[in-house]
């Protein structure tokens, strides 16, 4: 009996199947393995602060004339008497911060000049700027806030003049809540 060309083609057709079958699912076994490319993961503190400097020096490359510059502990927006660890490492990163961006940056902590609450920080009360920038003959003060949101903290941060207190940079960032950032935020007002 002949062979007919429609017969040939089906049993080519019935044998190639199960290896085109085999092909496209190795093909999906190996994607399921390497799976979505996960999310980078969120900015550090530590980057946003830096971030926040250089936008900071960018839109006011003048402000490095009005070191040297003081850092007072970041506040709570809601209690501007207090801090917590997360505002005084906010305070420290971020001078550090200016600092390599050109801000010449009066270390305190090694002065009497400055109001420093036991269990809050360095924190400077309007009334006291005067005293204070006279006293560790400072041009500027590195000041900021803090709110803690249900799964963001959002931090504003500003460099005033000494003097007449007028801003002369400002920088806002947010940051996810995680354990971490929890653990900086906890017992704020205590050590």
Known sequence: MPIS???FSG??????LPLLGALLLAGCANMNQ????????????????????AQMVASNPAMTRYSPMIAATFVSIDNLTQSSTFGRISSEIMASALAQQGMQVREVKMR???????????LILSRQVARLSSQSNARSILMGT?????????VSTRVVRAGDAMVLATAD???TLDNDLMSLLEDQGGW
């Open 5 to 7: 060309i429609s017969d």
């Open 173 to 175: 960032f947010q940051l």
């Open 146 to 154: 803090y709110a803690q949101g249900q799964n963001t903290i959002y």
């Open 34 to 53: 390497r799976g979505p490319t996960p999310p980078p993961p969120p900015p550090t503190l530590s980057e946003l602060a830096h971030e926040a400097a």
């Open 11 to 16: 049993a080519l057709l019935r044998r190639a």
């Open 112 to 122: 009497d000049s400055m109001f420093i609450e036991e269990n809050v920080g360095e």
